[in-house]
């Protein structure tokens, strides 16, 4: 049950954010062995103007960039696991962005299971549940 909040420098339209939404629930999906039907994906478009790089403008650059805060739970990825998300997320947006600057971050917040959840239950008791064979 992943929660990825993205920022992108520059205007955004629906196609690029649908396209952007669908490749990164995919990666997660794939990579991470996150379940696609509970990723939630927050977009957030900023101004380049707006956006600052070694106190410059993005705007002043012909690249865009990115940042990426994914929520997961903690220890449910190793290293090398998340290694190769961040590689391919990277990738993946200069796909669909274009040039973006190496100063464009992902950040993988790995949340103790009892710290975080959704519909109103936490991680954790959905793997005690799970562990019992039980709904949660």
């Not at 997660?28 to 939630?40: F, S």
């Not at 790995?110 to 019992?132: D, H, I, M, Y």
Request: proline share 3%; net charge negative; charged share 20%.
């Amino acid at each position: 049950m992943p929660l990825l909040n993205v920022s992108i420098s520059g205007q955004g339209n629906l196609d690029l954010s649908t396209a952007i939404a669908s490749q990164l629930t995919q990666i997660t999906a794939t990579h991470l062995g996150k379940e696609h039907q509970v990723t939630a994906v927050a977009i957030n478009y900023v101004d380049a103007s707006d956006w600052f790089i070694d106190a410059q403008p993005v705007s002043t650059r012909k690249l865009r960039t990115f940042s990426l805060d994914i929520k997961v739970t903690a220890g449910t990825n190793t290293k090398s696991e998340i290694a190769a998300y961040q590689s391919l997320v990277f990738k993946e947006m200069t796909e669909l962005l274009g040039a973006i600057a190496d100063e464009s971050y992902i950040v993988v917040d790995e949340v103790p299971a009892p710290n975080w959840g959704f519909g109103g239950q936490t991680q954790e008791c959905r793997s005690v549940a799970k562990t019992l064979g039980r709904s949660a």
